[in-house]
């Protein structure tokens, strides 16, 4: 996954022109690939503490605010998520707003909100200090909030790194270049993929730097934006890192541990019970089980069809796989990368094996749940997703990863369709395969945070 940071000059007080400009910064980051922008510290109102106590019923926010909605809007276009740092609303009887982060998905609703613990004596008297520890997963990747000088804290990115977080996500408004730096050391101690949206220009008292960056766990500066002096006044700036090495594989112990509480909703055939979704035919299976899903995943495919523009249509490739079938594709990939790589361990041609295709004993193609599927047009032709399905890693040099960086304007705009159609739906996306859609199972319930998958594998049909 591509994830941005964007510091842009404030208005100050102005929260309809702020939420504008943070819609149009998501729309120019899905463009260049981006799945996820973070914005700095009090980026909707800009961070005048002054300003704020003076109407702070006024320029507080709830995550569903009218003034909000192009932000909204712009990450359910887009298939793209935002982190909005603003004043939000106490939700818990409190009188004082407090320094809130709200996280929009890529379907434009709330994934969570993350309230500002360690706040300065200065902030203390317009905002209350509230919250616990804020974590999202999206794309396969387990996501920290921090906002500002809750990273002067060791224990809040230490926490961070214990609870299986692999990107640590920085709102900020920071003062000196000193400061920012300060990130290396943070990612360097703790593992962590950092990424720091900071402020820029006068903010009553304080003066934000800019410099937003990324670093990676090595605590290697990646991605630099200018200082706030050489912003044009009125102006932005997006920097972009790739994470794609942070994604969580259907191999991690993680996707294993969550339980099955199968509910035992039947496998239908999509050629009978859904005529009008396409199913592939060049299918060398006799008896048809790759046609087959659980009923909630196809209703979930008719309801992201029924969302798509006027002359594009879902085409289904592969549903369900027999257990057997599915442990002969992993062993016969693991054989390739063995005779590819051999001075890789069986723990890396495990884990490498997992990008493209699931280990049998948590395949969510073997529960039912998962499908391969792409876009063509209404009467079936080609449209350009970037590569085939089923390309693997090695062979498309990356560009099988859901978020990859080197494609066609045609084939991310594709990509950000069947993203947004398939996600409005309610189906979860396997990063490492723009192809491969799920709900239901084990995987899902890692992404959305259930507390267990809906179905478990299933032997229905005969091995093809």
Known sequence: MIIAAGQFTCVPGDIAANAARMAGLVTEAA??????????????????????????????????????????????????????????RATDGGTRPAIATFVYGPDGALLTRYDKIHVSEEEGKVFA??????????????????????????????????????????????????????????????????????????????????????????????????????????????????????????????????????CDEPLVDIRTAAPGLLVAEDRNDERGAFAHLREGVLRRLLAAQESLPDGLR???????????????????????????????????????????????????????????????????????????????PEESDGACYTSAPNLTPAARRHRRILSSALRTAGLVNYPTEWWHWSYGDRYWALETGADHALYGPKEVAADR
């Open 31 to 88: 463009g260049r690939g981006a799945g996820l922008v973070v914005f700095s510290e009090l980026a909707l109102t800009h961070y005048d503490l002054d300003l704020i106590a003076a109407d702070p019923a006024g320029l507080s926010v709830l995550p569903d605010d009218a003034r909000l909605a192009p932000v909204r809007e712009a990450c359910r276009t887009a298939g793209v998520a935002a982190v909005v740092n603003t004043a939000g």
């Open 129 to 262: 200090p509230r919250g616990s520890d804020g974590r999202f997963t999206l794309g396969g990747i387990r996501f920290a909030l921090a906002t500002c000088r809750d990273s002067s804290f060791p224990d809040v990115p230490a926490r961070a790194a214990a609870d299986g977080c692999r990107v640590y996500l920085s709102s900020a408004f920071h003062d000196e270049p000193d400061r920012v730096e300060r990130y290396a050391e943070l990612a360097r101690e703790h593992g962590l993929h950092v990424v720091l949206a900071n402020g820029v220009g006068e903010g009553g008292a304080e003066y934000g730097c800019g410099l937003s960056g990324a670093w990676l766990p090595s605590g290697e500066r990646v991605a630099s934006a200018v200082d706030a002096a050489s912003l044009p006044e009125g102006g932005a700036e997006l920097i972009l890192s790739d994470v794609r090495d942070r994604i969580t594989l259907m191999a991690d112990p993680a996707v294993a541990a969550i339980p099955v509480k199968e």
């Open 314 to 392: 879902l085409q289904i490739v592969e549903g369900y796989r027999p257990p057997a079938l599915q442990r002969r594709y992993f062993e016969g990939y693991a054989d390739e990368l063995r005779a590819t790589f051999p001075d890789r361990d069986a723990a890396r041609i495990h884990q490498d094996a997992s990008r493209y295709v699931s280990p049998p004993e948590i395949a969510p193609h073997s529960a039912g749940g998962a499908v391969d599927l792409t876009l063509v047009t209404t009467d079936g032709g080609y449209v350009d997703m970037g590569t085939p399905i089923n390309a693997s």
